[in-house]
Every structure is written in structure tokens, then in C-alpha cells.
């Protein structure tokens, strides 16, 4: 009978564990595959017990670099304290290249800039010295002379300003208070032969009313023969009636005129 009851006890186990291995088969075989390629994701770790994870506990976040953009007051239209970056040593403002020929700052002299304070009356010395030794060495290389004289007449207009050019270079400037009733020569050189321009420039006011002036250039273009002198006759008038007239009147008018008259003459051997 023990007998008997061992073997049956057995057997019942063994179905029990059969049928617990065809259980597990069972599941195994119903569960989905994963795709070949892709690993699943891992399980994110429980939170421990003893952890408090409110926001109040977070570590704070670091503070932003004082270089970074848009952050602080380094940012993007915050202030500059320390003003424009000056360029890199070599380079100008606006990026180009400086020429080796600039001094550097260390080349300038102690004593400073130099003075910008101009010596008008040596300057003015020096060009009249300068006319007459180009005058002179004319003389001496020509043969062929000009020479130009001037005459002004006017009721009221008196000369302010009147200087004579010969071929874009200033030969006379008038005096103070110049006048000149009768022909007056104002320049007598030797020129190269040739075509030489003779140039005025006058500036004139009226004596009863000091306000109105008046500036004209003119310019003639004359020729002087060979071996030959050429007078050039320059006569100026001035019948304006502005500074009389307009005051009192509300009406004037300005009449200026210059003429210039030439004739060659040979000249002696």
C-alpha cells in the first residue's frame, strides 16, 4: 500500500510540472518579437525612497558666461563702457591697410605739431621776389615784349580790388585807394613770342553806399609777334547808379564794362 501511494504521489507530480513546462512554452511563444536593429528601451530607474525630488531641491543652473550673446549686460544693445575696439596695429578704421610711408607715433617730435600760423607778408615777399627774377630771365631770353596798361573811370564806383593775370599768373595787384584817371602801365616785360592770355579781375563799390559791389573777371587772348612789342590797353568803366538810385528809389541798375585794345610795334634792334 505505501508502495502504491509513493508511485501515485510521483505521477501527480510529474503532471504537475508537465503541465507548468507547457504553461511557460505556451507564453514564450505568444509574446511579440523584437525587430532585428533595434535594442529596446531601458526601463527608467525607480525614484528611491529616501530622495526628495521637488523643484525647491534642484541645483541651481550656472550662470551664463559674460562674453555669451543676449545674455547679461554684455548682450546685444546693452552699453559699452569701454568704447569702440580700436583697429589691430596696421589697419585703418574702416579695415584697409595702412601705407608703410606713415610715421608711426613714436617718429612725431616732442616739441609737437609744427605751427599752422602763416607769415602772409613774407609769403606775399617771397611771390613778388619770385615775379621779378622770372621777369628778369624773360628779359634775357626774348626778344618780344608786352606791355599792358590799365585806366579805370567811374562817377561813383571806386576800385576795392584789381589784379592783372598773364597766362594764369598774377603779374600786378593794385595798391590801396588805387586809381587811375589816365592810362597807366602796370606791367612792361619781354615774353616768348606767341599767344598769351591777359586776364583782369576787378571788384568795385559805390562810394555812396559802401554795400553795393560789384566782382568781374574778363580774359583776352592776344598775340605777340615776333621781335615786336604788343600794347595791350585795358580801360574800365563803371556807370552804376545802385548805391544812389536803390535806397531811395527801391530801383537801380549796374553797367560795367571793360575793354581791352592791342597793337604791335617792332621793336629796335
Known amino acids: 500500500m505505501r508502495t502504491r501511494a509513493l508511485a501515485g504521489r510521483t505521477l501527480a507530480v510529474a503532471a504537475t510540472v508537465s503541465a ?85 607715433a613714436n617718429e612725431f617730435s616732442d616739441a609737437g605739431m609744427p605751427s599752422t600760423s602763416i607769415d602772409y607778408d613774407r609769403l606775399l615777399a617771397d611771390i613778388g621776389s619770385l615775379r621779378a627774377r622770372v621777369a628778369a630771365v624773360s628779359d634775357t631770353l626774348f626778344h618780344s615784349r608786352i606791355a599792358i596798361a590799365l585806366e579805370a573811370s567811374g562817377d561813383h564806383g571806386r576800385i576795392a580790388a584789381l589784379s592783372v593775370s598773364l597766362d594764369d599768373g598774377v603779374v600786378w595787384t593794385s595798391p590801396q585807394a588805387f586809381r587811375a584817371d589816365d592810362a597807366t602801365v602796370v606791367y612792361d616785360h619781354a615774353v616768348a613770342p606767341g599767344h598769351h592770355a591777359v586776364t583782369v579781375d576787378v571788384e568795385r563799390r559805390d562810394d555812396r553806399n559802401d554795400t553795393f559791389r560789384t566782382a568781374q ?53
Open 217 to 269: 573777371r574778363s580774359r583776352f587772348v592776344v598775340d605777340v609777334p615776333a621781335d615786336d612789342k604788343l600794347s595791350v590797353e585795358l580801360k574800365l568803366w563803371d556807370d552804376s547808379g545802385m548805391g544812389g538810385d536803390f535806397p531811395g528809389d527801391k530801383s537801380g541798375q549796374y553797367d560795367l564794362r571793360i575793354r581791352a585794345r592791342a597793337k604791335a610795334q617792332p621793336l629796335p634792334r
Open 20 to 104: 507548468t513546462l507547457a504553461t511557460i512554452a505556451f507564453a514564450a511563444f505568444a509574446q511579440p518579437h523584437a525587430k532585428p536593429g533595434h535594442a529596446t528601451a531601458k526601463p527608467k530607474p525607480a525614484a528611491s525612497a529616501g530622495t526628495d525630488t521637488s523643484p525647491d531641491d534642484k541645483a541651481a543652473p550656472a550662470p551664463a558666461a559674460s562674453g555669451a550673446p543676449g545674455n547679461g549686460p554684455s548682450g546685444p544693445g546693452a552699453p559699452n563702457d569701454t568704447g569702440p575696439v580700436p583697429p589691430p596695429a596696421g589697419e585703418t578704421a574702416d579695415g584697409g591697410k595702412l601705407s608703410p610711408l606713415n610715421p608711426a
